[in-house]
């Protein structure tokens, strides 16, 4: 099965389109489950969300947190509690998700950070960032300490410029590497169950 084929609708627009408004408020949502759960769990609590109609912040402002907390439980998602505040927050938020910084999403939306404002960026306008979560970092680190060019305690840019350079070295482009790896990484943990 292809990559492509494993990832969530939401995750894999039709290569050259560009989101819709609602759809941007989709994938910001599906960005703020996607913290510290596996993915098939973070599909199938936005799968929950999206068929309740609370997707959208247009639809979030509608429900009460602890409603969007319930559809999270139903869905076994991990700290359902805790999400729920951060898309009922996101919910309010006035942010332009068409022209925001990756800087403006990581101080305006709690719960996104450096590698949730570089996934969304890249996925939905396909601005060349590394998204650098502990899969990536791993396979980074493993690849700088064969050329020597290992630093302790690098900064997030640091990693995504080295890996955005792996990247070219490679022939690949950043998100087609961070695929391959993500994949290598999924099928790897299923033969150890």
Not at 16 to 31: I, N, R, T
Request: aromatic share 10%.
């Amino acid at each position: 099965m292809s990559v492509n084929k494993e990832l969530h609708n939401i995750d894999r627009p039709l290569e050259g389109s560009k989101y819709k408004a609602l759809e941007l408020d989709e994938f910001m949502v599906f960005c703020i489950l996607d913290t510290a759960c596996p993915y098939e769990m973070v599909c199938k609590a936005f799968d929950e969300l999206k068929e309740m109609g609370m997707t959208t912040r247009k639809e979030i402002i509608k429900w009460r947190e602890d409603m969007i907390e319930n559809a999270l439980r139903r869905a076994g998602y991990r700290f359902p509690k805790q999400h729920a505040g951060r898309i009922k927050k996101f919910g309010y938020s006035s942010i332009d998700l068409r022209t925001a910084t990756r800087e403006e999403l990581v101080d305006n939306i709690t719960g996104i950070g450096m590698k949730l404002a570089s996934m969304f960026l890249r996925n939905t306008r396909g601005e060349e960032y590394a998204v650098i979560d502990v899969h990536t970092d791993r396979w980074l680190e493993k690849e700088l300490r064969a050329f020597d060019q290992w630093k302790p305690r690098m900064s997030y840019e640091e990693k995504e410029k080295a890996f955005i350079n792996l990247a070219k070295i490679i022939g690949k482009t950043p998100k087609e590497l961070d695929l391959e790896i993500w994949q290598k990484m999924r099928i790897g943990n299923r033969k150890k169950k």
